[in-house]
């Protein structure tokens, strides 16, 4: 069983940034894609970031945040992070990472497995 543990959330700034991670724990993580998906309160869920399994040289991003956002994993670490600059109120939500096998996808059904998420709240 494949296990997601969001982390580094919280309360920012408008403009500041910060970085989530997203700790896997069970099968190989290398064989995963990942992606980060956000969903706001009243809206829904809507794909941010992926990245492809094993080198993660392929990454895809939501148009409202390319540019701004970076997602990557270490391998050696299970863990996939997403930097997240120039942070705008409307980028309030909370966020969570998900894991399919091999190939990247910004469609959530294609996940097989999810975390349980970790607020984030850029104020004005």
């Known amino acids: 069983q494949v296990q997601l543990a969001e982390s580094g959330g919280g309360v920012v700034q408008a403009g500041g940034s910060l970085r989530l991670s997203c700790a896997v724990s069970?099968?190989?993580?290398?064989?995963?894609?990942m992606g980060w998906f956000r969903q706001a309160p009243g809206k829904e869920r809507e794909f941010v970031a992926t990245?492809?399994?094993?080198?993660?040289?392929?990454?895809y991003y939501a148009d409202s945040v390319k540019g701004r956002f970076a997602i990557s994993r270490d391998n050696a670490k299970s863990t996939v992070y997403l930097q997240m600059n120039s942070l705008k109120p409307e980028d309030s939500a909370v966020y969570y990472c998900a894991a399919k096998y091999a190939t990247a996808s910004d469609s959530g059904p294609n996940y097989d497995y999810w975390g349980q998420g970790t607020q984030v709240t850029v104020s004005s």
């Open positions: 069970g099968r190989a993580f290398s064989t995963y894609a």
């Open positions: 990245i492809n399994w094993s080198s993660g040289r392929t990454t």
